[in-house]
């Protein structure tokens, strides 16, 4: 059995063939981390337990002074329960006591993995469930710790559920998601930072003494900090080394934190950020954290990136999408801001199918009176001085010239200045007294209400029901302020924020099961609110609003230590370029934005008669690579360095594509090859632009030799077969 317990050692054990996973129980009570890491065929308590009296540790027997929860590897924990270190949870009763005392009860192993209500969760398939039940019985609540182990996967996902079985409300406080005691610190601590078109960037810095963390306060999971953080041997590599990866499956306020604490042990804690939240748990209510993932690779960082990819994108993302290939776009944002009109769309549309570009999709500006972005966001009704024909007329016109149809929306949004708020200006979010802050001069709506959940439903239902729409943009550009309800008591107040993404996930449950074939983008300006919790619904993200091929190496790269290419949308845009002015080769525009989802963002018809040529070009050899480079295996060579080197593979049983990108030209430019590193040792691989053969581990181990570019910003790409 993948998930076994050992009633004589009290020793439960999650084990596949790549991972173990070993829980214990103390003293009938407690339970305690033994181990996590590479497989381990049987336990038998090697690694016993350090139990030393402490100065200043607080002791459940006061017979054992050795014993104590302030120097135990703990399972989960909270503060003022004799345990000083970071809490997991924390709960607070009427009387504003904040003590509990959680105590083992049960455990259930089940074949199947729940699903979570009214939040994203990973599949169950070929998956074992581990729930252990704790209970304080002074207060009558339990909690459940449930554990599901994948198979063939080196994962363990995590989740948390309260229960209330008193007959007065608990208030919870802080509600974490998972907690990983650690008996040492020696790791280095890597995350992804960054901000609106700039964002992924890897950070690696010495885990230290104190806390280190990321986390979320703006209502999404936000650009500046991803909702992920990893523990890595000092010496791992992109290719060698242990290294541990956790992410959060939630899309508003989080944090992920580590703590070192004073006798070299560490802490990892994960969950809805304990800063913007409470919920009040009323008599025999449930509340269910958010789903966290747990990822284990001994042989470096691309190996936890490849099970990242493979795991989100068998068990996470829309059933519909997940085998499927994905269209070459037309996007018209920075080709025609809010300035269009139907006829000049459609000579733009004709103009895409004779490049061999198969959706176009309408960006901002059809709307209301959207003629720039300070009005009309919530007037989802057609702006017939730009579209006289309305939706449906563009819609069947271009599916009769051949390209499927898209349209971007942001429902979330509302303007001041729209008929929306004229009707409801109670709808957004607010504070009474407090003025309506604006920020791109909108404001959020108050998705924990039902009445506005319905109301975008209804509006996306009216635009999909007829089938005239193949792919919907969805876009989020402010974050979260004056963030209340007037129709919720002062104590829900805090509830506010987790009850605006629960609302998000209800609209987007309903519409995407509602119309599983439409191709939803995920987007908030840019890589906003790019996390799991999005992708159980939307299958792919608009990466960054930077469409420079310069800038998107590095953001492509940052995005890729957990979602494979086939999710982050890239686009060739104009030069200069429209948000950092720099001029870069066409050919490497294409390169780049090839390496993830692919499409255009600019005025058709107002490229030269060569560049036209040449993107008809770039569309058919997409087309003959695709399938291997949105279904196939993705490493990275090389990550961006100073000048700006990148080199991205992508290869399956078959062939094998490098994309190579040469930043700023150097003087005296350094003799280099590029080791491919993963390729089939004992294959031939036949270079399809030289017929040269070539064995895989000459490849891997003597390379390729970089030739000498004389030019910033050059790219090209190899491809192999496998003979």
């Not at 381990?40 to 002074?65: A, C, K, M």
């Not at 990136?305 to 068998?314: E, W």
């Not at 490497?588 to 499409?599: C, D, E, P, V």
Request: aromatic share 12%; glycine share 6%; charged share 20%.
């Amino acid at each position: 059995m993948p998930i076994s317990y050992d009633e004589t050692r009290n020793i439960f054990h999650l084990k596949n063939n790549q991972i173990s996973y070993i829980i214990g129980i103390e003293k009938g009570k407690y339970l305690v981390h033994r181990y996590f890491g590479p497989k381990i065929h049987s336990y038998h308590g090697v690694n016993e337990l350090q139990l030393i009296n402490r100065g200043f540790s607080t002791n459940p027997d006061p017979q054992d002074r050795t014993f104590s929860l302030n120097t135990l590897p703990l399972e989960t924990s909270t503060q003022g329960s004799l345990d000083f270190r970071i809490a997991n949870y924390q709960l607070r009763n009427p009387q504003g006591y904040r003590i509990t005392a959680f105590e083992y009860a049960g455990y259930q192993i089940t074949n199947e993995k729940p699903k979570l209500p009214g939040l994203p969760s990973l599949s169950g398939a070929n998956t074992q469930t581990l729930e252990i039940t704790l209970k304080d019985a002074q207060q009558n609540l339990e909690m459940i710790l449930r554990y599901t182990l994948f198979e063939n996967l080196p994962v363990i996902s995590r989740s948390v559920e309260y229960i209330n079985k008193s007959s007065q409300p608990i208030y919870l406080e802080n509600a974490g998601s998972m907690m990983l005691d650690l008996p040492s610190a020696n790791y280095d601590l890597l995350t992804l930072n960054g901000a609106h078109t700039n964002e992924a960037n890897l950070s690696r810095q010495a885990l230290h003494s104190g806390i280190q963390r990321v986390d979320s306060t703006r209502g999404t999971s936000s650009p500046q900090h991803q909702p992920f953080i990893a523990l890595a041997d000092k010496y791992t590599t992109e290719d060698q080394g242990a290294v541990m990866g956790f992410q959060l499956i939630y899309s508003g306020n989080f944090i992920a934190q580590v703590e070192v604490e004073q006798y070299g042990s560490c802490r990892l804690q994960m969950g809805i950020n304990p800063d913007t939240f409470e919920w009040k748990l009323s008599p025999n209510e449930h509340f269910v954290t958010p789903e966290a993932v747990i990822n284990y690779s001994d042989t470096g960082l691309n190996k936890l990136s490849q099970t990242f990819h493979s795991l989100y994108q068998n068990y996470l993302v829309p059933v519909y999408w997940q085998k499927r290939t994905r269209p070459i776009l037309l996007n018209t944002w920075e080709g025609n801001y809010f300035s269009f009109h139907e006829k000049t769309l459609l000579e733009q549309v004709k103009t895409a199918k004779e490049l061999g570009i198969e959706l176009f999709v309408l960006d901002d500006g059809w709307f209301g009176q959207r003629n720039d972005d300070t009005q009309a966001l919530g007037d989802w009704y057609v702006n017939q001085d730009k579209l006289p024909q309305k939706i449906t007329g563009l819609a069947d016109q271009i599916h009769e010239l051949g390209l499927l149809f898209g349209l971007w929306f942001e429902p979330e949004m509302i303007s001041k200045n729209s008929q929306l708020f004229r009707q409801h200006p109670d709808w957004p979010l607010q504070v009474p007294a407090y003025p309506l802050t604006e920020g791109r001069r909108q404001l959020v709506l108050d998705l924990s209400n039902p009445e506005i959940q319905d109301f975008l439903i209804a509006t996306l239902d009216e635009y999909l029901k007829n089938g005239e729409i193949d792919y919907i943009k969805w876009d989020m550009n402010r974050h979260l302020t004056e963030v209340g309800n007037k129709n919720l008591p002062a104590d829900q107040q805090k509830e506010i924020s987790h009850r605006y993404v629960l609302g998000l996930y209800r609209v987007l449950e309903t519409i995407t099961r509602r119309y599983p074939k439409v191709l939803f983008e995920n987007c908030s300006s840019g890589g906003g609110r790019f996390d799991p919790g999005m992708m159980a619904y939307m299958p792919q993200t608009w990466a960054s609003d930077n469409t420079d091929a310069f800038c998107r190496t590095k953001i492509q790269t940052g995005f890729s230590y957990l979602f494979p290419p086939i999710m982050l949308g890239s686009h060739v845009s104009d030069v200069p370029n429209h948000q950092v002015g720099r001029i870069t080769p066409l050919s490497t525009r294409g390169h780049i934005a090839m390496s993830g989802n692919f499409g255009y963002e600019l005025d058709i018809k107002k490229q030269t008669p060569d560049t036209l040529a040449k993107i008809k070009e770039q569309v058919a050899w997409y087309k003959e690579h695709r399938q291997l480079i949105q279904f196939g295996n993705f490493y990275r060579l090389h990550t961006p360095d100073e000048q700006g080197v990148c080199a991205w593979l992508f290869a399956n049983d078959q062939e094998v594509l490098i994309v190579y990108f040469h930043g700023v030209a150097q003087p005296a430019q350094k003799l280099a090859y590029l080791q491919t590193t993963y390729l089939d040792p004992q294959a031939l691989y036949q270079n399809t632009a030289t017929n040269e053969i070539f064995s895989g581990d000459e490849l891997n181990h003597a390379g390729i030799l970089i030739p000498r570019l004389k030019s910033d910003f050059a790219s090209f790409t190899l491809h192999f077969k496998k003979i």
